[in-house]
Every structure is written in C-alpha cells, then in structure tokens.
C-alpha cells in the first residue's frame, strides 16, 4: 500500500481563478514531485493548460526544479506568468 502525503497548495492568477480559492490541501502518494501536483491540476481544470510551460513551482518559500519530490506537510506554490502594475 503506498503512503499517501498531504500538501497545501497555495494558488495565484489563473489557478487561482479556476479554482475560486487560494489553497487548496491535496493528499498525493509519496514520491511526487512537485511538477505532478500541476498536472492534477491541469487535469481537474484543462483551461489551465495554456501555463504549464511557464508555471514555476515553489516549496516551503524555495523556488525549485520542476521534478523535485514533496514530503508531507510541504507548501506548494505554482507560479503562472502574472501582469498588472
């Protein structure tokens, strides 16, 4: 049986706006890399795919690789290009 970990994924711009909150708390199995929690995203809400080349990913206030792995009760962040002044 595989250990599941959970995250709190904190949401900005056009994640934040598919989803209508600003966090969200995921369970995942252990092992996923951070790259993984955009794809379910991108999964549960495919107008989001437009930013999955450009999205950069935060753990715990660290930008980081795309495929580096989560432990449980990290912070998640997806970045999304953003505009406005």
Known sequence: MTKLIQV???????????????????AFPQ?????E???RLIQEHPELSQW???TRFG????FVEPETPLND???VVLIPPVSGG
């Open 59 to 62: 753990i715990n206030l660290q």
């Open 31 to 35: 092992g996923t890399s951070v790259v």
């Open 73 to 75: 009760g990290d912070e």
């Open 8 to 26: 709190t994924v904190k949401l900005f711009a056009a994640y934040q706006e598919a989803y209508g909150t600003s966090e969200l708390i995921l």
């Open 37 to 39: 929690v955009r794809d």
């Open 52 to 54: 999955a080349n450009v």
